[in-house]
């Protein structure tokens, strides 16, 4: 799957059913090359001088599922 197809996709909170954002950015590790986390961007970017939100960072083992339009994830917010 290409960074490009993967952030268009829906984060997905299943604890409280909530919609998170999209994705924004990866972390990998440098040796294996797999992904170690996605980072969805915090509410409120444009304004984040007003009040701003720290990005979600999602460690790769909190996904549970990567569908078509969405990404089902099962974190603690």
């Known amino acids: 799957m290409l960074?490009?197809?993967l952030k268009c996709k829906d984060v997905i909170n299943t604890k409280d059913c909530k919609k998170l954002g999209?994705?924004?950015d990866l972390?990998?590790?440098q040796c294996?090359?797999?992904?170690k986390?996605?980072?969805v961007p915090?509410?409120?970017k444009f304004l984040c001088f007003?009040?701003?939100e720290p990005d979600i960072v999602i460690p790769y083992k909190d996904i549970c599922q990567i569908g078509p339009d969405i990404i089902?994830?099962?974190i603690r917010c």
């Not at 294996?32 to 992904?35: A, D, L, M, R």
């Open 3 to 5: 960074f490009s197809e």
């Open 22 to 24: 999209k994705v924004s």
């Open 27 to 29: 972390e990998f590790d």
């Open 42 to 44: 915090g509410s409120n």
């Open 37 to 39: 986390k996605i980072i």
């Open 50 to 52: 007003l009040n701003c």
């Open 72 to 74: 089902l994830v099962d």
């Open 32 to 35: 294996t090359g797999c992904i």
